[in-house]
């Protein structure tokens, strides 16, 4: 069994910040990419930030200069800081991994979602 667990999600006013945390946990051998997802409501859910194990990063347009996105490999957790928050940021923020178990093989997991209300 293998979980994210996310956290940090919240409410703030335009310009402010905040930092997302997600821990993986459960038989994990090894993670490849992390990365966050949002889905605002009435929209699809995007991709917002995704990391390689290497390091790699790639960023929404949208979130570009704004956001960063780093990871702890020994904790198995990715970060998101998220700088010069707008409204249209407000959305429920997910976690996502793609990892290796050691029981299964290869397995896409994703968290519960943390939501984030930026307000004007």
């Known amino acids: 069994q293998v979980q994210l667990v996310e956290s940090g999600g919240g409410l703030v006013q335009a310009g402010g910040s905040l930092r997302l945390s997600c821990a993986a946990s459960?038989?994990?051998?090894?993670?490849?990419?992390m990365g966050w997802y949002r889905q605002a409501p009435g929209k699809q859910r995007e991709l917002v930030a995704a990391?390689?194990?290497?390091?790699?990063?790639n960023y929404a347009d949208s979130v570009k200069g704004r956001f960063t996105i780093s990871r702890d490999n020994a904790k198995n957790t990715v970060y998101l800081q998220m700088n010069s928050l707008k409204p249209e940021d407000t959305a429920v923020y997910y976690c996502?991994?793609?990892?290796?178990?050691?029981?299964?093989?290869?397995?896409?997991?994703w968290g519960q979602g943390t939501l984030v209300t930026v307000s004007s």
């Open positions: 990391i390689t194990s290497g390091g790699s990063t």
């Open positions: 459960g038989s994990i051998f090894s993670i490849n990419a």
């Open positions: 996502n991994a793609d990892l290796f178990t050691t029981i299964i093989g290869y397995l896409e997991v």
